[in-house]
């Protein structure tokens, strides 16, 4: 399906323009925030195969896409005429709990550069295991250019919340910037230096003494800063003449917040951001593997329903307080026990469907994405979800155990082992990490390859031979070579998101009927078809790969909707060559797109190559 296809798809589920407040995306979902959650309509979204899962959680309108997630969200944006400026997160009237608008400003704060934050943790763990092993040196140039790429972001923390809080809180993210700026400006760095030093004279701003602190790479005193200044510039811009308004706002927002966040606002955030990272230093205290045991656990629960997203601001102050953080440690084992169990599925199960969307998932998951596995092959399955969760708690509590923790944050995934290398080198923290990500990836693996997929209800081998009931189900629709389905260069089709079926590459410039029925849906681009069979089976066929870009270019319909055909007759005729010379693959899948109400789909024949109107697939009810 095309961007813009399942763009419209969005838009109408979700309630039209009209229904959104606001949009952002995460590394997998669309995240709206909708004036009225009843006007939208999940279960119709559920059922596009564009969609991998819809959650409502959070105060958030949730539509998990996938890896390719901000391509939609583009597509969304300029289909809806979305901009900085064009929703407003105090236009929803209904009120939410207290968890719901703390995830969401959460969520809508950190989002925009999530992938740049994770690809920093990265980097500066890639560091580390490089120092450890003596392929770089502190000293050297190298290492300090690549480290100041790595730590800019969390250096300029302040900057960066201070432009994405603006937007979320309603005001000027220029002006809350600057206050971040201000934050972190050299002026404000070397005045701290020179305070902390003891004998030091004590400055003042109007009198009342300035305690300086270092806000580099902090959180929480930004945010507040930045709710207190749109507050500010809100209630300014109702009162000043339009005339000055757009001069004198800002003024007054930089006078006075800035000078109240030296004086009040910093130091009470960061003594809050104190207490909060020593309340969490005495639950791991407690029991360090009890707390791996929990969140391992209840991780992917979590992430499930966009709850994780209250955990994140206490990983990086536990990093900004301590230089360190234990949580971000406890949730490797959770993720790769999801991981897994996703192997499970794929050594177990013998759908070739099943074993592409596996793959693929699987290998997302190792770089912490693990939405597709949770949605598309382990949850539906149960055991499969249930075994990585316990594994993942196994695994936690081992890293717990040995105290194993982060020195900068990322996504928890493979590289996360990297950053948990301490400036000394590889010491037992390390290794209990690695044990405890090795066993809940292993063992999730073993029990769902044992226990998680019923062997009874798997399909048999995907070929059958010439003879069988139902082999004139579907015929050949053009000539050419064929191509399982999981063959085909798109993710989606490959994958089976759309349907089981098969793919042709043709040798000729027509599409042709595979049955007597009806044409049941024909895309204004003439690229794709969808026909249903007198006997009720539906067929999707679309001729080559993103050639939906072509606008129609190169296709000719003859046919329209609602028209009865009969085997052979000529659909679509279209120009292979130029298709080809524009740089787009000819690959055609021809999928039941109402598999799931067959037992299986499969290819008649075994020969590599087919002419219009011979025997294709076979439809077992």
Known sequence: MGHQELTNEILKHVGGRENIVSLVHCATRLRFKLKDNKRADPEGLKRNPGVIMVVESGGQFQVVIGNHVHDVYVSVCATAGINDESVSPESCGKKENLLNRLIDIVSAIFTPFLGVMAASGIMKGLLALSVACGWLSTASGTYKIWFAASDSLFYFFPLVLGYTAGKKFGGSPFITMAIGGALTHPIAMQAFEATSVPGTVTEHFLGVPIS??????????????????????????????????????????????????????????????????????????????????????????????????????????????????????????????????????????????????????????????????????????????IFGCISGAIGAAIAGYFQSHVYSFGLANIFTLAQMIPPGGVDASVWGAISGTFLALVLACVLTWAFGVPRTTQPDEPVVEPGEAGENDILAPMSGTVLAMEQVPDATFAGGLLGQGAAIIPVTNQLRAPFSGEVVSLFKTHHAIGLQSDSGIEVLIHIGIDTVKLDGRHFTAHVRVGEKIKPGDLLIEFDRLAIIAAGFDLATPIIVSNSDKYSEVKRVTQHSTLDSGMPFLAVRR
């Open 212 to 385: 300086f602190i270092n806000y580099s790479s902090s959180v929480i005193p930004i945010i507040l800063a930045s709710w207190v200044s749109c507050w500010l510039e809100k209630h300014s811009n109702r009162l000043l003449p339009s005339a000055i308004r757009n001069l004198f706002t800002p003024l007054i927002c930089l006078a006075i917040v800035v000078p109240m966040t030296f004086l009040i606002i910093g130091p009470a955030a960061t003594w809050l951001s104190q207490v909060l990272a020593a309340g969490y230093q005495i639950i791991y205290a407690f029991a360090p593997w009890l707390a791996g045991a929990v969140l391992g656990a209840i991780w992917q629960v979590c992430v499930i329903f966009g709850l994780h997203w209250g955990l994140i601001p206490i990983a990086i102050n536990n990093l900004t307080v301590f230089g360190q953080d234990t949580l971000s440690a406890l949730l490797l084992p959770a993720v790769m026990g999801q991981v897994g169990a996703t192997l499970g599925v794929l050594l177990a199960t013998r759908d070739p469907r099943m074993k592409m969307l596996a793959g693929s998932a699987a290998t997302a998951g190792i770089f912490g994405i693990t939405e597709p596995a949770v949605y598309g092959v382990t949850l539906p399955g149960r055991r499969p979800f």
